[in-house]
Each structure stands twice: as C-alpha cells, then as structure tokens.
C-alpha cells in the first residue's frame, strides 16, 4: 500500500524543535548533562494545598464518573472570582466561561468551532505554535503579521487587514508574549477592541502569563468596554500554580464564543477529571502567596541568566514577563539562523535552547531560553555558554559577498 498522503498532515510543517530534541536525546544517552532550558515545562512542584486537595477528592469514589466538558459549577464560579478580584472583571459563569484541557485544547477546539475552510485568520509571527496551526488544521488560511522590537503592531494588524482577501474572521493575541516575552498596556487593547469592532473581527486572547510578570501586572482585554462584543480570552492554570500536567485552563469572554466553544467540546471530551477540577477550585479560591513565590522564584532566575549572558558577551533584554528570555543571536552567529545555532549551543555548551524560527520565520533571528532550571544550573549554563562564546571569538559572520569563507 502507497504511503498516505493525508490533506490535513500535508499543512503542517516538519517540527522544526525535533531536530533539536533528537539531539538532546542522544547527548543525555551518552551521558553528558544537559542543561535544558528549551521546552516552558516548569519544574516546581504544585503547592502542598492544591496536592492535598486532589488526594482529598480523589479519595471519594463518586468523583470517579465522568465529569462535564465546560467545567464544573464550582471552578466556573472560582475563575469568575479570579477575574472580579484581578482585572475587575464580572463574568457570568454559566454564559461567559468555559473551563478547557489547557488553554492550547481551548483555542484549537475554538479554531474548529468558527472557522470555515478559506477563512482568513491574523496570526502574530513569531508566536506560539498552537495560535497559527489550530486554524490551519481547522482549514484557515494564516495571514502572518510581524511581532518584535521595533514593530508597530497596530499598524501591521490595519495593513493586513485591508489587504486580506477575504477579511480576516479573527486576531489571534498573545500577551505577555511565548515566545517573545513582550507585555502591553490597557492602551493597546482599548485600540484593538476598538478596530475589531469597526471590522467585524473575533479577537481571540491568550494570557496563559498573566501571573508571571515583574513590573505592572498585565491587563486583560477583557478590561475594556465594549470588548465583551468580539473578545475571548484563553488561560491556564499550569504557570500561575505550576501545575502543568494537570492540564486545566478556560475561556472566558464574548457568550457567543463560549458556546460555540462549549458546544463542539461536547462532541469531544467529558471535561478533566473531576478532582483534578476540585483541585484547581482550592488553587483559585485559597491562598495565593504561592503565587508571589512561584514569580519571585522566575524573577531570580531571570535575573541570574540575563545578567549573567550580558556579563559573558551575549547581550540580551530582560524580559517583564513570562518565564522565558528571547534572545537574539550573538552577533558573530547572525548568519547561521536559529536551528543551527541551537544545535551548536547543545554539541558544544551542552545547552539545550529553542529556536526561533520554530515559531515563523520572523524569529529565526532568536532563540528562547526557558528560566526551567534552578539558579545554580542557570549559573553552568552561563559558564559553558561563555566558553562556548570565547571559543569562537574570532568567529566572523558570513559575508554578503558571494563566496565568502566563514572563520571559526
């Protein structure tokens, strides 16, 4: 029998991480140690009382029957809480909240609910991989805009709009950034709400950092008035609480989203497991200094990595948020792209990062860093990346003139 040829596989890119992951696998195999500060997995443990809890529930057989795909009445009242105490936001829990597997299942269940095959759908580029592909994998055509220093987002979103044929359906955003670690004021959204509504465009939020910041707090969109209108906003539990293999998040926003959402996910889950939900209800409704404790702990160790590159020879911003640092290439690496960098960072720093280009091409200048090790890892990581930067000191970066030899 011939290979298939599924339509679907066909639109989806070769991973560009597996090459780096394939790599990590085998130095790990041979036995060297490899600092991984690639994949957003964080490496704390959830909170005692959100542990405790799940045991708790788990305990009493009843929990063990299939749950609800939206979430259970007690969870949707605790997120509506969150929002009223964080943003000053009041939501309704029965219309204006759905509880989803992560806030990745809740926008790739979305992306199938409204979105017809040719739908035109504004991305950010670089961006977090699940915001392009939901849509495509649900038939849509991507229209990428370029995110990044120097860029005006609101100019580039107006510009794609009225050259998009058809008009763009919706906006995906991502703020504070994965992976570029950019935050936006209150500002930003009111301009955004504003011309979706002029354009008749969903736009579809994703603050799964809101909890991770170390200066303002980010905003919701969700702030805004008249955002009920076109907004929906995705989160998660898996970084605020450290919890990310509990895979618990929500929507929240525009009722008509929310039942669309709420709708397909019927035909597609019974919701988490139950205590699992009883769990993240003590999480949001119990005491948060455990959330001070989990930022202070990336703070540090944002802190350790940034300062600590800047002092090796690696200039890089320091991020205000999230739990990653991007990091455009050191200069005497600026023509060998973000892929083959990272893998010369693992063969010979023994430094796993991810590169930028695995999320468009627009970061194929950058690489991230995830802040998932302790402070005393990050401190070898920069001393081998320092080695690894004075060892190839007299690198020079390939030459627009044709022909030109690179010197290692």
């Not at 990044?148 to 100019?155: C, K, S």
């Not at 590159?309 to 290439?329: E, I, Q, R």
Request: proline share 8%; hydrophobic share 40%; glycine share 8%.
């Amino acid at each position: 029998m011939r290979q298939p040829d599924f339509h679907r596989m066909r639109r989806l890119p070769p991973y560009v991480f597996a090459e780096v992951n394939e790599m990590k696998a085998t130095a790990r195999a041979a036995g060297r140690d490899v600092i991984d500060l690639g994949m957003g997995n964080p490496d704390g443990a959830t909170p005692a009382h959100i542990v405790d809890k799940l045991t708790e529930t788990v305990r009493n057989g009843k929990t063990h029957r299939y749950s609800t795909s939206r979430g259970i009445p007690g969870l949707r009242r605790a997120l509506a809480g969150y929002y009223d105490r964080r943003f000053g936001v009041p939501l309704d829990p029965e219309t204006e909240i759905c509880v989803t597997l992560g806030s990745k299942e809740g926008l790739a269940n979305l992306a199938q609910a409204i979105t017809a095959p040719g739908d035109t759908i504004l991305v950010p580029n670089p961006s977090y991989p699940i915001h392009a592909f939901g849509f495509i994998i649900a038939g849509a055509s991507i229209r990428h805009i370029p995110i990044g220093p120097g860029v005006d987002l609101l100019r580039e979103i107006a510009h794609a709009t009225q050259h998009s044929v058809p008009p763009p359906t919706a906006i995906v955003l991502n703020f504070p950034s994965n992976p570029t670690a950019q935050a936006v004021d209150r500002k930003f959204f009111e301009e955004i709400v504003a011309f979706a509504k002029q354009h008749e465009i969903w736009v579809l939020s994703d603050i799964a950092y809101a909890e991770i910041y170390f200066e303002k707090p980010p905003p919701s969109i969700l702030e805004v008035e008249g955002a009920f209108d076109v907004a929906i906003e995705f989160s998660s539990l898996s970084k605020t609480y450290s919890m990310p293999g509990w895979r618990i998040g929500f929507a929240a926003g525009n009722r008509h989203l929310v039942r669309a959402l709420t709708r397909i996910k019927s035909y597609l889950d019974y919701g988490a497991f139950t205590p699992v939900q009883v769990a993240a209800t003590a999480a949001l409704n119990g005491p948060q200094d455990c959330v001070e404790e989990i930022r202070e702990r990336y703070r540090q160790r944002r802190d350790v990595l940034v300062e600590g590159l800047n002092a090796a020879g690696w200039p890089l911003p320091s991020p205000t948020a999230t739990m990653f640092a991007w990091a455009p290439l050191p200069p005497a690496f600026s023509d060998v792209g973000s892929l083959e960098f990272a893998k010369l960072l693992l063969e010979e720093a023994n430094v796993a990062v991810s590169p930028g280009i695995g999320f468009g091409e627009h970061g194929d200048g950058f690489v991230r860093l995830a802040l998932v090790e302790n402070r005393h890892r990050l401190r070898q990581a920069v001393r081998n990346i320092r080695a690894f930067l004075q060892r190839h000191g007299n690198r020079t970066p390939l030459a627009t003139t044709p022909g030109t030899e690179v010197e290692t």
